[in-house]
């Protein structure tokens, strides 16, 4: 007679991953929304065009793995308050190219070293497991997403 070992959400990885990185967010979230109004995927959008300097809601939607729907929400969004601007793709009409403008700019400018801060310090609550916690996220990042 065989034993199953029974299941514990609490140990579960894909779990623990999803709660952490929702409750790690959410403290972050404060700073872009008290200073900006921006919502998280606001958030994620103007990050990602942050480094790069054109990019297509479909682009920002895999990289930020972000429904296309809600990155399409909040360009549009992000674009009222004067933080992005939209044009046609030369090379393909039916795409739209992102960029920031000075004030989207600006913005991360301020933002950048409150996230520099705040990485530092849930950085630091992982004392001396800060470096091979980052070095498997990092393994678990560059993964194909054909997991699921």
Do not use: C, N
């Amino acid at each position: 007679m065989s034993t199953k070992t029974p299941f514990i959400l609490d140990d579960f990885l894909p779990y623990q991953l999803a709660v952490v990185a929702e409750r790690v967010s959410r403290q972050f979230a404060r700073h872009y929304r008290d200073m900006f109004g921006l919502s998280r995927s606001e958030w994620r959008v103007v990050a990602h065009l942050s480094q790069q300097t054109a990019v297509s809601v479909r682009e920002i939607a895999a990289q930020a793995e972000l429904d296309k729907s809600k990155v399409s929400r909040a360009v549009s969004r992000l674009e009222e308050m004067g933080y992005i601007t939209k044009k046609s793709s030369s090379t393909d009409r039916r795409l739209v190219v992102l960029t920031l403008t000075d004030a989207g700019r600006a913005m991360i400018d301020a933002l950048t070293p409150i996230a520099q801060g705040y990485q530092d310090e849930v950085l630091r609550s992982l004392a001396s497991d800060a470096e091979g916690f980052q070095s498997a996220l990092k393994r678990l990042m560059a993964e194909p997403a054909q997991r699921g």
